[in-house]
């Protein structure tokens, strides 16, 4: 190999080295930045956030910690979805792009940890009566044999079945769920 090629190979490698290491650069300072998802914080999303209200189908699961959200239309996923609001005023989900507000996937839950909320309503003072709520079984009203696989369904699928609401607050593709209720009785709310 001559000097020139090899001056020539030596300038080409300095010129990717170099660009490598500013995109690495600029790579570790956005994801440290608050410009990152993950990085924002629960108190930014609810003062800057949208308000959204969600409907409750009842919960997943729960334990001394917390409980998982059901909802009704509005998902929590890997992927990015869309928000939109329904013609009840209820937020959902969609995987088309319908303007307004997104979540990213790994950034968001459905869980709920009794550590970040207040007790506020006037049946559920505390964990003990809300998971004493929890473990009443479900009535099942006009009942129908035809329909006994939704029957089955719904046992696996939830471990509590009930109407409410949720509200959540929605900012730069995170969201922060801001109050909890049972039917039309505020039970949780964000400290």
């Known amino acids: 190999m001559s000097l020139q090629a090899k001056k020539t190979l030596t300038k080409i490698m300095t010129a990717v080295f170099a660009v490598l290491l500013t995109i690495g650069t600029a790579l570790i300072v956005y994801l440290n930045s608050p410009l990152h998802p993950a990085n924002i914080s629960d108190e930014v999303i609810i003062e800057k956030g949208t308000e959204y209200e969600v409907k409750l189908k009842g919960i997943s699961g729960y334990n001394e910690t917390g409980f998982c959200l059901v909802t009704d239309g509005f998902y929590f996923s890997k992927e990015k979805l869309f928000v939109y609001t329904d013609d009840e005023g209820f937020a959902k989900t ?13 950034y ?49 699928n939830y471990k509590k079945q009930f109407t409410g609401s949720a509200t959540l607050k929605i900012y730069k593709g995170r969201c922060v769920i801001t109050s909890v209720s049972v039917g039309d009785a505020k039970v949780l709310e964000i400290k």
Do not use: M, W
Not at 94 to 106: F, K, V, W
Not at 131 to 152: H, M, Q, T, V, W
């Open 108 to 156: 968001n839950s459905a869980d709920v940890l009794y550590e970040n909320y207040n007790f506020c309503g006037e049946q559920y003072k505390n964990r003990q009566e809300l998971e004493a709520f929890f473990e009443a079984p479900d009535r099942i009203y006009d009942f129908d044999i035809n329909n006994l696989s939704y029957y089955i369904s719904d046992i696996i």
């Open 94 to 106: 969609t995987d088309r792009d319908e303007g307004g507000a997104y979540l990213l996937g790994g």
